[in-house]
């Protein structure tokens, strides 16, 4: 894909940010041609993501407590892990219209 203003990262697998991020927004084409991406966590200091370069993306752990703002989202048919306490916040968001299955985080 071309025009992309971040990403071009053709082989990478997964994504996991360090304990402790501060992470509030993943913005537009963070990740742009990122089409070996399977697996993503999602810090619990997000509040607002973009992404839509998500073809092969299976698996997404969100561990905010509380669902974030989906801007511009495309993926779909991902399986959703989520805080057990929370369970029920994304089954009621806007969260519910792209997962294909959501399970709470072991």
Do not use: H
């Not at 537009?28 to 070996?36: K, R, S």
């Not at 399977?38 to 669902?67: F, G, H, Q, R």
């Amino acid at each position: 894909m071309t025009g992309c203003k971040y990403g071009n990262c053709s082989s990478l697998r997964s994504v996991t940010f360090e304990k402790g991020s501060q992470l509030k927004y993943m913005v537009e084409g963070v990740f742009c041609d990122c089409e070996a991406l399977t697996s993503i966590e999602i810090p619990a200091s997000v509040e607002m993501i973009d992404m839509y370069y998500c073809i092969n993306l299976a698996n997404i752990y969100c561990y905010p407590s509380i669902p974030p703002i989906l801007n511009d989202f495309r993926c779909k048919n991902f399986v959703l892990y989520v805080p057990s306490q929370s369970l029920e916040a994304y089954k009621n968001s806007s969260w519910s219209e792209y997962y294909s299955s959501i399970k709470t985080i072991q």
